[in-house]
Structures are given as C-alpha cells and as structure tokens.
C-alpha cells in the first residue's frame, strides 16, 4: 500500500492510498488504525461491475454465422442448378 498524489481541489484531512487489490476494505482500516493510530472514515463501497461483453459478442457471431450460413446455401443451390444435366461431373470439371 502507497500513498499518492492527492486529487485537485481535495480537502486536506483527506488522503489518498493505492493498494493492492487483495487487501479488503477491512484490511486497509485495520491497517491504518492499528499501525498508524489513524482514525479511519468507512471507505466508499466502489464496486466495480464487469461489463457484459459475452452476450453481444456471442449475439454478433450468430448473426454472422446465420448471414454465413444462407450465403452458402444460395451459393450451393446456384451450383446445383447450374451443373443439373451433368450428373456425376466433379464440380472443378465446370466450363
């Protein structure tokens, strides 16, 4: 845990402390209190949410793989019509 800059404009009985994220807010004012006798407001409840990044994500690639999916299916259609009066002529044979 280290002490940092404080923000612009802060009042001057407040400071500002970096600390690792395994410490609690528990462990901090434990900290504070007991190794420098410093009386410790209650931290602000700062919790942090993750983002839903996976639903969209996931949303977009089956989108992308249902767009995918029907141009395949037109495309292989188009061949088939395209080779119906050849039966058993590999598809590479083409003119």
């Known amino acids: ?4 800059r404080p923000d612009p404009n802060q009042p001057e ?5 970096i600390t690792p994220t395994q410490m609690s807010d528990h462990d901090i004012k434990q900290y504070l209190e007991k190794i420098y006798q410093v009386p410790v407001a209650d931290p602000p409840n700062c919790k942090f949410k993750f983002p839903d990044v996976t639903s969209n994500k996931a949303k977009r690639e089956d989108d992308d793989m249902k767009k995918y999916e029907k141009t395949m299916k037109e495309s292989y259609e188009k061949f088939q019509k395209k080779n119906a009066g050849r ?8 003119l």
């Open 1 to 4: 845990m280290k002490m940092a």
């Open 13 to 17: 009985n407040i400071v500002k402390f």
């Open 87 to 94: 039966p058993g002529v590999p598809g590479w044979f083409g």
